[in-house]
């Protein structure tokens, strides 16, 4: 299958969202209703081939490490496309959990660096608090594994202890599953203030943990500092 690098606009660039500063809370985030093209893509953005036992040890931080890569840049894209980005006529794209590589990378990546300022704070706020927090390990990996297998309480189970057990033996890979996690935690979170909006005829911000201090330059992968845009 040949991935093509055209990236046509289905729909012209909309007013998705409005932005109001908090004296307390910082820049707060309102979304617009999700449009119809966009309703089904939050549950598909979570779902992810998580390992449900340890192997090998590097071996297994190794896929880990590129399924949040994956993770991240996948929920990044959506995030664009939510906050009014033009979506592509196909985005088959974004579904294969393989390695991210070649023109598919380069899809990715230039979806993700469409997100705009404001909403993208919103992740480095979540990635932020999560990685300064000590409870950050029973807050990713159920959130992680529970919403990647929603339907399977025991392989979520499984899950749910293997990511736990990387988080607390493998600090290198903690930055990339807060990542992961904090990206599509703010997917989730954008979808359900829409549909408060949508319901209610209200403004509801999307919610995000109050941000923490970057890592210190050099703890984080290139590929984060990259989608983060952190650099």
């Known amino acids: 299958m040949v991935t093509r690098l055209t990236h046509v606009r289905r729909d012209p660039p909309r007013v998705a969202y409005t932005i109001r500063d ?17 309703a089904g893509l939050a549950p598909r953005v979570h779902r992810a081939d998580w390992p449900v036992w340890l192997g090998p040890a590097p071996r297994t931080s190794r896929d880990v490490l590129e399924l949040c890569r ?22 088959g794209w974004l579904w294969p959990g393989c390695r991210l590589s070649g023109a598919r990378q380069q899809l990715m ?21 999560v990685l300064d927090t000590r409870l950050a390990g029973q807050v990713t990996a159920p959130y992680l594994a529970g919403t990647a297998y929603p339907d399977d309480g025991f392989t979520a189970a499984q899950a749910t202890v293997t990511l736990t057990r990387i988080w607390e033996r493998h600090q290198a890979a903690r930055p990339a599953l807060g990542a992961a ?22 403004d509801a911000p999307v919610f995000t943990y ?15 500092t990259r989608l983060l845009r952190l650099a």
């Open 22 to 38: 908090d004296p307390h809370l910082g820049t707060r985030v309102y979304p617009r209703p999700v449009p119809p093209g966009l």
């Open 70 to 91: 994956l993770q991240t840049a996948r929920g990044l894209a959506v995030l664009a496309w939510l906050a009014g980005a033009g979506v592509p006529d196909d985005i």
């Open 109 to 129: 990546y230039g979806a993700a660096a469409a997100v705009p300022g404001p909403v993208l704070g919103l992740v480095v706020a979540n990635w932020t608090w």
């Open 181 to 202: 996690w904090a990206v599509t935690r703010t997917v989730a979170d954008w979808y359900k203030a829409a549909e408060l909006h949508a319901t209610h005829g209200h």
């Open 210 to 224: 109050p941000r923490g201090p970057l890592p210190p330059p050099g703890e984080s992968r290139p590929w984060i």
